[in-house]
């Protein structure tokens, strides 16, 4: 089965720059999650979603970031304007199930640089 | 709230040996998913093993094994015949019962020696 694609691989912006990041999770998870990487630490999470709902952005600063997920499927997640502390591994993951027992498959990432 | 322990920032293995990579979590679900996962330095995300937190037997994968202590709310991961491989960055993540929201560890870095 094909795996989990991001779009771009790398990206470098100014900060107070707009960039927007893309996922395209395996063909029938349900769950879509985007974690950002700071270097040197685990992935944080920023938004989790069921289908094309919301199920967890409690820690997605709301006033920079968004992201949606169109009909269910693909996944875009932008940042406006970028900060400096935005630079980052942006992971996509996706799984097939709710219940907590559904191992996460990860694309390659996004490389963000904001200088 | 849960939360995943590594203590062990990084972790130096001799090819062939087995290494333990320790991690512990707090969560007060009674149901819960525990995970490993592999990061080389190119940076995807590899799962390796499962164990749910109602299952009796540790879990095994090829060389992944998961040394699974309810009481002591542990479960490090250890990799049998290390291999030039292995290294990586590695994390343990939980998920609570009935809801996937996975928590991750700060990672193990495991250099393997020749």
């Known amino acids: 089965e094909a795996g989990v694609a991001q779009s771009p691989r790398y990206k470098i912006i100014e900060k107070r720059q707009s960039v927007a990041f893309w996922c395209n999770p395996i063909s029938g998870h349900a769950t879509l999650y985007w974690y950002q990487q700071i270097l040197g630490q685990g992935p944080k999470l920023l938004i989790q979603f069921q289908n094309n709902g919301v199920v967890d952005d409690s820690q997605l600063p709301k006033d920079r970031f968004s992201a949606e997920r169109l009909k269910g499927v693909d996944s875009t997640l932008k940042i406006q304007p970028a900060k400096l502390e935005d630079s980052a591994v942006y992971l996509c993951?996706?799984?097939?199930?709710?219940?907590?027992?559904?191992?996460?498959?990860f694309g390659n990432g996004t490389r963000l640089t904001v200088t | 709230a849960q939360k995943i322990t590594q203590t062990q920032p990084g972790m130096f293995v001799q090819e062939k040996e087995a290494v333990t990579l320790d991690c512990t979590y707090d969560t007060s679900d009674p149901s819960y998913g525990l995970f490993w996962y592999k990061q080389p330095s190119s940076g995807e995300m590899i799962f390796l093993i499962y164990?749910?937190?109602?299952?009796?037997q540790n879990a095994t994968e090829g060389r992944y094994s998961l040394n699974f202590q309810k009481a002591r709310k542990s479960a490090n991961l250890v990799i049998s015949a290390s291999q030039l491989g292995d290294s990586a960055m590695y994390f343990c993540a939980m998920t609570p019962g009935g809801y996937q929201k996975v928590t991750f560890g700060t990672g193990t870095k495991l250099q393997v020696i020749p």
């Open positions: 164990q749910g937190s109602y299952d009796q």
């Open positions: 993951a996706s799984s097939l199930g709710v219940g907590g027992t559904s191992p996460l498959h």
